[in-house]
């Protein structure tokens, strides 16, 4: 069964000890798929969002390790993992909050979810932020989600929008005023060539 994780990245990116997700270790037998949620992949450290192809044993033995974090994407009251189009407000309400929190923590806006949002539209909102990251490298923005764009140094500011411009991302509506939560739901929200995830 196919769950989707938060795994710390382990190796120190060499031949003999490549990078990798905690949790190709945890459960050596299982398939999976990351995208990497560091600014530099040349830096250990940092961490993947993962989908495993577990049995119940091997997510037992993930949950049971502190360098991952589970996604409960799971139906309230029958523990069914939801499946990519449905609605996370079959997600029980405090688990949903502690789904948010852990998100917010990784620089990941969520306040926009509501009882449309399906599990898809949540996971490719944190694949899609993920690989900003990785186009932005060192001026990737991680301060305060409710500061502005203004708040940003005017040069950082300007390689940036060079940079995502010139991928194909329309910033049309980011002005100083945006806070950076909303330029982030706007950029999530643009499918570009080097956007695509997982659930695309």
């Known amino acids: 069964m196919k769950r989707w994780y938060l795994c710390e990245i382990i190796g120190d990116g060499s031949d003999e000890d490549s990078f990798r997700p905690a ?20 830096i250990g450290g ?20 502190a360098r991952i974090q589970y996604i409960p994407l799971e139906e309230n009251g029958t523990g069914r993992v ?9 997600i ?5 909050s502690q789904i948010a929190a852990e998100l917010e923590a990784r620089h990941i806006p969520t306040d926009d979810f509501d009882a449309t949002t399906t ?15 990785q186009l932005l490298g060192g001026d990737d ?8 764009v203004g708040d940003i140094a005017a040069a950082k500011r300007q390689r940036v929008a060079t940079r995502l411009e010139s991928l194909g991302y329309d910033l ?6 945006t806070t950076v939560r909303a330029a982030l739901r706007m ?6 060539a080097l956007n695509r995830t997982m659930v695309d």
């Open 46 to 65: 940092g961490w993947m969002v993962v989908r495993v192809d577990v049995d119940a044993a091997q997510h037992a033995a993930l949950g049971a390790d």
């Open 82 to 90: 939801l499946d990519l189009d449905d609605r996370i407000t079959l």
């Open 172 to 177: 049309t509506g980011i002005t100083l005023a």
């Open 119 to 133: 599990v898809r539209q949540l996971l490719r909102r944190v694949m899609r932020r993920a690989l900003l990251r």
């Open 187 to 192: 950029l999530a929200a643009q499918g570009v």
């Open 141 to 148: 923005y991680i301060g305060l989600l409710d500061s502005t």
């Open 23 to 42: 949790s190709a270790d945890v459960a050596p037998g299982a398939n999976w798929g990351a995208v990497d949620g560091r600014a530099d992949a040349t």
């Open 92 to 96: 029980r309400g405090s688990v949903r």
